[in-house]
């Protein structure tokens, strides 16, 4: 499983739910950036071009999606990702995921604000299998930008 894809895909799953009001139905463009890398043993070089860059994600969400299973957005990663705590209420997010893949396994925390038209978040991967462990850090808005 990629990182970055790993960051584009939990940040899509964030505009989900609204404090005084469910989320749009519509497109939605998420972006992740990366503001910390902590893996032993990998290059400086490397762990600079993973920060900084933002990474977009354009996706429609369907009123479907809102009523029945917000959290789904979560699983359009490579890999399966099970929740151990999925909570979205009162324009906060609070998550936690277990996803496995080509790298390994990876444990996520999702914590951030909401409404029917943004969102953002802190998201936390930490990663390990057969090529050791990483945590990244990373810093994810959305916007719904119109119908689908």
Not at 36 to 43: L, Q
Not at 48 to 53: L, N, R, W
Not at 106 to 120: H, L, R, V
Request: proline content about 6%; glycine content about 10%; overall charge positive.
């Amino acid at each position: 499983m990629h990182p970055a894809t790993l960051i584009a895909i939990p940040a899509a799953s964030l505009l989900l739910a609204s404090a005084a009001a469910p989320p749009r139905a519509g497109q939605w463009i998420s972006t992740a950036t990366i503001v910390d890398v902590s893996a032993p043993g990998m290059p400086a070089g490397a762990v600079a071009m993973m920060k900084g860059k933002p990474r977009s994600h354009s996706y429609c969400l369907t009123q479907k999606q809102v009523e029945e299973a917000p959290e789904e957005m979560f699983r359009q990663t490579e890999g399966q990702c099970q929740y151990k705590k999925f909570d979205m209420a009162g324009g906060k997010l609070d998550s936690v995921a277990v996803c496995t893949g080509g790298m390994g396994k990876m444990d996520m925390t999702m914590t951030g604000t909401y409404d029917a038209t943004s969102y953002q978040s802190h998201n936390v991967m930490r990663f390990s299998g057969p090529q050791g462990s990483m945590t990244m850090t990373a810093h994810v808005t959305g916007k719904r930008t119109g119908n689908c």
